[in-house]
């Protein structure tokens, strides 16, 4: 099986005119596999405060005459943290399983992109800084998620100094841009967070862009994703 693009489409977006099905997964998995540790922290925040609000809902008990109203509301916290944590673990499982057709806004998917990834490239020496504002259209969440990050760490990946990666975006009637723009630093050094998987490539962004129709362009340290607005949902 192979996912195949016009040899017009391919000079345009600086992909390959085919890339195997065997390819792409192994794309996914390796964007999959670096965010692995920034997804795990995601999906345990919530639950953090919970052990805390233990303590003080067992010092309370503890009393010779417990205040129940407020022992009661220590309790609806722990159940909204409880909540939270359910609400966060489903949200990230679409990482892993897509559900087909969800859309989003580009302000919205670019920054839970940032959010997810900002700290790790941060200890490693890169500085993310998002310029995307409000935009009135919305385009697939999962493109935007893959390419997107995938970009995000074959940029830095490539880098042997600290940098700044900017993005923009900007939108039209059937498309909305998606610019990265890198800008070594002169002073720092890189601090490779190292889990023992493989860097990312320009391949692994290419194949992923082709399979998710994202047009693709590079310019020396810029980077530019073209993502198709998605039709306005029907009510």
């Known amino acids: 099986m192979t996912v195949q693009e016009t040899p017009q489409a391919a000079m345009?977006?600086?992909?390959?005119?085919?890339?195997?099905a065997q390819q792409v997964e192994a794309a996914r998995y390796a964007v999959l596999r670096r965010l692995a540790?920034?997804?795990r922290h995601h999906m345990v925040r919530p639950l953090q405060p919970i052990g805390l609000i233990y303590g003080v809902m067992h010092h309370k008990l503890s009393a010779a005459q417990p205040d129940l109203p407020s022992v009661r509301e220590e309790a609806e916290k722990i159940n909204?943290?409880?909540?939270?944590?359910?609400?966060?673990?489903?949200?990230?499982?679409?990482?892993?399983?897509?559900?087909?057709?969800?859309?989003?806004?580009?302000?919205s998917g670019v920054r839970e992109c940032v959010g997810l990834m900002a700290t790790m490239l941060?200890?490693?020496?890169?500085?993310?800084?998002?310029e995307v504002e409000e935009l009135p259209a919305q385009v697939l969440r999962d493109p935007l998620?893959?390419?997107?990050?995938?970009?995000?760490?074959?940029?830095?990946?490539?880098?042997?100094?600290?940098a700044t990666v900017t993005i923009h975006a900007q939108a039209r009637p059937s498309e909305v841009t998606v610019t990265l723009q890198v800008d070594p630093l002169s002073e720092g050094q890189l601090d490779r967070y190292d889990d023992g998987y493989r860097k990312l490539v320009w391949a692994d962004v290419q194949a992923l862009a082709l399979s998710e129709r994202v047009g693709l362009s590079r310019q020396g340290c810029q980077v530019s994703l073209r993502f198709a607005v998605a039709p306005a949902p029907v009510h």
Do not use: I
């Open 12 to 20: 345009m977006s600086a992909v390959p005119l085919k890339v195997s």
């Open 37 to 39: 540790p920034c997804l």
């Open 80 to 107: 909204e943290f409880a909540k939270a944590a359910l609400e966060e673990c489903m949200d990230m499982g679409t990482w892993l399983a897509p559900e087909p057709d969800v859309v989003t806004d580009v302000e």
């Open 122 to 130: 941060h200890f490693c020496g890169f500085r993310l800084v998002n």
């Open 145 to 162: 998620r893959m390419v997107l990050s995938a970009a995000l760490f074959e940029l830095t990946d490539a880098m042997d100094q600290p």
